[in-house]
């Protein structure tokens, strides 16, 4: 699972949408789902995990345990 996947599971889990968190902190449109190919900014993923309520640390072993369960 990339970083991507991991805040969109979670923010699913949150009834929020990749187009609302992007929305509410004012990020550009698309910005969370170039995660998929790359890496954040520190201080952006910040703010994704705490409006999602969660740890940068979470999202990424989120992201890694699914890598490592394929």
């Known amino acids: 699972m990339s970083l991507y996947s991991a805040v969109k599971d979670v923010a699913f889990k949150n009834g929020k949408s990749i187009y609302q968190i992007e929305h509410d902190l004012h990020l550009s449109n698309g910005n ?20 999602l309520g969660v740890t940068t640390q979470f999202l990424f072993k989120l992201a890694r345990e699914d890598r490592e369960e394929k």
Do not use: C, E
């Open 32 to 51: 969370i789902s170039k995660w998929n190919k790359s890496m954040p900014r520190a201080d952006v993923l910040q703010d994704v995990a705490d409006y």
